[in-house]
């Protein structure tokens, strides 16, 4: 059925979605009929209004005549009526500067989310890489007072770990170097979740096979690669949401927010995402945020070709720019892959 709209059906949904996303009012005939691609009485597109209305593309708030678009609209709209373009020069530069490749790799995911808050004025979102997919590269020992170490554990996408240790047996800085140099062999290609259990079964083998030098560095490895879990969904802005018409509403806005307090709803949403490997777009009852009412969640996966290792995005009304959020999300996508890169 929604292919098969006419051409005067779907210019009165697209210039009705315009006109309800930049103002934010329901859209009546007497709007329509002032536009110069409209050469038709108000009572002909009030048909028009009404047959799209019955087709479920828009509906009629209670306290008004014009029309808002529904979700099914909204789909409608994305999916063949939308034309994307480039985000601007400057936006592109800004998303850029925004995720330095200079600075730290776990940087670069807060500064993601911070970038798109900025420029969309909705609440951004980074799904950070599982653990399983984070690779160990190297381990380096750092000698600080007699007993103290500092453990720099660094993953092979550039992601550094420190810890602080305090030794209960003597090490010498020759010593330190021999042990990196053997943890450094012996867990190669072993993704850092996986860490301890590898370090812990070479620690129950039978200790006469290690001389004391090895058991040593296994102790050490084992402290150094007890680090917490960060948490997988970084979000920035959540409260510019409150600032739309749309969550005025106290028990909308308390639904929304217990939506993103519960992470694991916004982690499955994402992880969606990222089995897709292409952008995807979650209006109103589509996504997890359902009960909430009126969100749109746009995001975009990151990483490379052969490994997808987390998505980007926005959350923030239905009524949004689509046509200049969705470049920015997909740009700021395309730059974070390169900043692992």
Known sequence: MTGELGERQREVLRAIILEYISKGDPVGSSYL??????????????????????????????????RVPTDLGYRFYIDTLLQLGEPAREEREMIQQGIAREAPVEDAFQEASKVLHFMTRHAGVVQTPRASAVVFHRIEFVRLRENRVLAILVSRDGHVQNKLLTLDFSMTNEELVHAANYLNELLREVPLEDLRARLQSELDQERALYDAMSAKALKLGFAAADIPRPDRV?????????????????????????????????LELLDRVQRAREMQIYIGAESEFSSAGDV??????????????????????????????????????????????
């Open 33 to 66: 009929v002032r536009r110069p691609e409209f050469d038709v009485s108000s009572a002909t597109l009030r048909n028009v209004m009404a047959d799209l209305e019955e087709l479920g593309f828009l509906e009629k708030p209670h306290t008004s005549a014009g």
């Open 234 to 266: 970084l979000i920035e802005g959540a409260g510019s949401l409150l600032e739309t018409p749309e969550f005025a509403d106290v028990e909308k806005m308390k639904a929304l927010f217990r939506a993103l307090d519960e992470k694991n709803k916004l």
């Open 296 to 341: 749109t969640v746009i995001a975009s996966p990151y990483g490379s070709a052969d490994q997808i290792l987390g998505t980007v995005g926005v959350i923030g009304p239905t009524r949004m720019n689509y046509q200049r959020i969705i470049p920015l999300v997909k740009f700021t996508a395309e730059v974070l892959s390169g900043v692992l890169r």
